[in-house]
Nanobody, 114 residues
Framework: QVQLVESGGGLVQAGGSLRLSCAAS????????MGWYRQAPGKQRELIASITSGGRTDYADSVKGRFTISRDNAKNTMYLQMNSLKPPDTAVYYCNSPQNYMAWGQGTQVTVSS
């Protein structure tokens, strides 16, 4: 079965950085468009960054210029480099395919303090 495992979250101060990883198994990762989502307490889960199989990227306005999505198809892994973190970035971060939804992983908690 398909599994998505997110990692790399933690507690950081405002202005800090984190690098999240998404490891996929049981699926042909290299041909899937992928994305990072986040869900803050009391809010809907939202797509914040996406990347096509060919490497084209797109970002939500809230993270554009601060976050960078990338993928390493040989390692079946996707990354999210998060810089200049702000308290509103506090959320559980998930990965999935916007066009081919799979079962959600556990997510990884990112907490940004001020």
């Amino acid at each position: 079965q398909v599994q998505l495992v997110e990692s790399g979250g933690g507690l950081v101060q405002a202005g800090g950085s984190l690098r999240l990883s998404c490891a996929a198994s049981g699926t042909i990762f290299s041909i899937k468009p992928m994305g990072w989502y986040r869900q803050a307490p009391g809010k809907q889960r939202e797509l914040i960054a996406s990347i096509t199989s060919g490497g084209r990227t797109d970002y939500a306005d809230s993270v554009k210029g601060r976050f960078t999505i990338s993928r390493d198809n040989a390692k079946n892994t996707m990354y999210l480099q998060m810089n200049s973190l702000k308290p509103p970035d506090t959320a559980v971060y998930y990965c999935n395919s916007p066009q081919n939804y799979m079962a959600w992983g556990q997510g990884t908690q990112v907490t940004v303090s001020s």
